[in-house]
């Protein structure tokens, strides 16, 4: 009997020496940066000449999509067949500083550090090999908390999938963030009944702030369930004031080591009108099943 007692105190004792090895590394891996962490701090004119660089692109293409829409009412009114040739596909290609240096832009409207401050610092986007990373240092656990993202076009839809959340180096369980997916996925589904009924495509392209967010929180939520969204997105047409956006489909995602490339087209009116439709029909999430 002693000697049983006595070898259960020695495995007990490596069991918490090896508890106390894996503790440690796990913290010290918890407040080490990754090695993508590339969070620059630019100059105010290298920042700003970043921005204006997206402000152009989507200037160029807000032009383009335009064009392709008045080119398709005018062939609606004189009775032809408006749709799109796969001649006016048109690549979109942003880098990690254009975005991170473009996001600040609008803060005023998304409101971020109001809502987010008291628990984080300012979020960034990283591009790796196909995958897109969102991180913020958290306050409270004084670590980089991100979010990494695998982003593709597959039979025709677009799949985000949340591959990974991490605390500095450090994988995260699922319980450690199911609690913070639970709360999201609860105000998500609050707000998308009102988004939807509000939600307008008008007869010249323009979509109004209630659709861009109904799509925007359909997308958020298939992808904490690993679901397939509509592949749009939706440039600004008034880059002033944002009034409007344009729809567009995204035919191909490219993501490379700190760049990002979309291969988008503009719609026909059908294809308008059908993904009205699709955002103004009901959208059940297992949570809002649950209550």
Known sequence: MKKLLKGLAIVAAVLLAVAAVVF???RHRIYSTPDWYRHERLDPARRAAAANSVDQKLIAARSGIAQAYADQT????????????????FALELSEEEINAWIPKWEQELNWKKK????????????REHELILAAPVKEWNSI???????AIQDG???????????GTLPLPRMAWDKYQQK??????????????????????????????????????????DRPSEPVLFVPDNLSGRAK???????????ADKSMTLTVEPMNAEERATLLKHLRAPFTTEIAERQ
């Open 24 to 26: 440690f590394l796990g």
């Open 74 to 89: 005018r062939s609606a009114r004189g009775g032809q067949s408006a749709t799109t040739v796969p001649s006016s596909q």
């Open 116 to 127: 987010l401050g008291n628990y984080l610092d300012e979020p960034s986007i990283f591009f």
């Open 145 to 151: 908390v991100s979010l990494h993202f695998v982003p």
């Open 157 to 167: 839809k677009l799949q985000v999938t949340l591959s990974d959340v991490m605390a």
């Open 184 to 225: 999201l996925e609860t105000s998500l589904s609050a707000k998308l009944p009102e988004l939807q009924e509000e939600a307008e495509i008008d007869p010249h392209g323009g979509a109004n702030s209630a659709a861009v967010q109904a799509a925007l929180a359909e997308l958020l939520l298939n992808t904490l369930h």
């Open 245 to 255: 956006s344009l729809p567009v489909k995204i035919t191909g995602i490219a993501v």
